[in-house]
């Protein structure tokens, strides 16, 4: 049994999906398996991004901040020491992980740090784990509204590279018949390397990138959902507008996959 199945067996899960504008929709018996893919998918997201000196440890002590400060508001001082042991830890890790780097995460690192900020998410503002509810899932509701969606967001940067990276091998895969586990250079650093951006350059966009998408995640907990917009309007341009533009999703263009391999 994974670490990322036993966390919402024994510990902690997401019980609703709640999108704005809509009543919550309760996962019921699909908590366990929704929110061990949704660890899986951060962990993945962590990997991916752990490809430039500085860049995972980076984005990562933004997440790391952010769930510090959620414990704050949602009186979680569990998790506000946690976070704060971590982001130490990760602190003197940068100092010697910064571009050149003279000492790296790995798989090992990146699945560990992954996994505490992904399972910190998942526990934010929880009375405690699910083996000590007397009730049982069913009478579990969620700490915050929106939760899966704020949680999202407070690994944003991470989490979209997992998407784009798990669509684009995909469609390489129906295209060349390519393995998923494809080894490839074209995740968001490796194009912002190819725009001639250093790696200390790519850390420091893209853990801004990440910061925008937890402020907002923040404020939208602290029921600012004003500010909340505010802050995640400026990822939205990036992310509809810029990043087209600069080619970062050519691999859903049909007409540009045929007949090319790389």
């Known amino acids: 049994l994974s670490l ?14 709640h999108i704005p504008g809509f009543p919550a929709l309760p996962l019921s018996y699909f908590s366990v398996p929704f929110t ?26 933004v997440t790391l901040l952010g769930l510090g400060i959620a414990g704050v508001l949602l009186q979680d001082p569990s998790l506000l020491i946690l976070a704060s042991a971590a982001l130490g830890g990760l602190a003197v890790f940068l ?31 929880e009375p405690g784990p699910l083996f000590l509810s007397a009730g049982g899932p069913a009478d579990l509701a969620d700490p915050f509204r929106f939760r899966v969606i704020l949680a999202t967001l407070m690994v944003g940067y991470a989490f979209h590279e997992a998407v784009l990276s798990t669509i684009r091998r995909g ?40 910061f925008l998408m937890v402020a907002a995640a ?23 507008i810029l990043m087209p533009r600069l080619g970062f999703f050519d691999f859903m263009d049909a007409n540009a996959l045929v007949g090319r391999r790389s």
């Open 95 to 125: 100092a010697y992980n910064r571009p050149p780097a003279r000492i790296y995460l790995g798989d090992v690192g990146a699945n560990v740090l992954s996994f505490l900020s992904a399972a910190g998410l998942v526990a934010l503002g």
């Open 4 to 17: 990322h199945d036993a966390l919402p067996i024994w510990g902690y899960s997401f019980h609703y999906i």
């Open 171 to 210: 469609i390489k895969k129906f295209y060349f018949g390519r393995s998923l586990e494809w080894s490839e250079k074209e995740h968001i650093h490796h194009r912002l390397m190819k725009l001639g951006l250093n790696a200390m350059k790519i850390s420091i966009l893209c853990a801004f990138l990440n």
């Open 36 to 61: 061990a893919l949704w660890i899986m998918g951060v962990m993945n997201g962590f990997n991916f991004v752990d490809g430039v000196d500085g860049l995972a440890g980076s984005v990562a002590s």
């Open 218 to 240: 923040l404020w939208a907990m602290a029921h600012d959902y004003a500010l909340s917009v505010f802050f995640l309007l400026p990822f939205i341009i990036i992310f509809t």
